[in-house]
């Protein structure tokens, strides 16, 4: 099993401010398997990225992602007030999917 | 537009069994291996179960192995989950989704409790 490991737990920033969240796998992740979302209270996560670096439909440029093999990370280039929520990452390389333990991103 | 539709949780006591559905509508839902995915009150992700695309395979995770069942009905458009000796352990939020990129739809998700 691929344990995904996020860090940090809490990242407490101002809208405007730069968001850099990681997600450190267990093993290699193949073909690029690697997605994150985004979840806000009582709702259903919604998929950000897709493929390690690609944007799913409707969501804006400030969200971005790279990474390869073991280490990926999420950055919002500025934070708007609806981007402050929780965002996990997900490995679908290989079963059983796993999940990151989520980050975090409060109002600072 | 996609939808899934959770329903069948509830209280449950320990031990008892529950059976999940989650009705699909607005895409191809036969086209898709489907997932089950649950949320403890303040936690987590937690990938539990899925199923490929005809209902032949599945797969689940090592908590839930053996007790859970993933089932599907394509002419029906309803994915199931039939779940066993239940524990507090299993008190979740429980989700349906499609999980796969770029076509990533979720339901709202329906919570079971499992306590006397």
């Known amino acids: 099993e691929i344990v995904l490991t996020q860090s940090p737990g809490t990242l407490s920033l101002s809208p405007g401010e730069r968001a850099t969240l990681s997600c450190r796998a267990s093993q290699s992740v193949y073909n690029n398997y690697l997605g994150w979302y985004q979840q806000k209270p009582g709702q259903a996560p919604r998929l950000l990225i897709y493929g390690v670096s690609s944007r799913a439909t409707g969501i804006p440029d400030r969200f971005s992602a790279s990474g390869s093999g073991t280490d990926f990370s999420l950055t919002i280039s500025r934070l708007e007030p609806e981007d402050f929520a929780v965002y996990y990452c997900?490995?679908?390389?290989?079963?059983?999917?796993?999940f990151g333990q989520g980050t975090k991103v409060e109002m600072k | 537009e996609a939808h899934l539709v959770e329903s069948g949780g509830g209280l449950v006591q320990p031990g008892g069994s529950l059976r999940l559905s989650c009705a699909a509508s607005g895409f191809t839902f036969g086209h898709y291996w489907m997932h089950w995915v649950r949320q403890a009150p303040g936690k987590g992700l937690v990938w539990v179960s899925e199923i490929d695309s005809g209902g032949s395979s599945t797969s689940y995770a090592e908590s839930v192995e053996g007790r859970f069942s993933i089932s599907r009905d394509n002419a029906k458009n309803t994915l199931y989950l039939h779940m066993n000796s239940l524990t507090g352990e299993d008190t979740a939020v429980y989700y349906c989704a499609s999980l796969s990129a770029p076509v990533d739809y979720w339901g709202q998700g329906t919570l079971v409790t499992v306590s006397s």
């Open positions: 997900q490995q679908y390389s290989s079963s059983p999917r796993t």
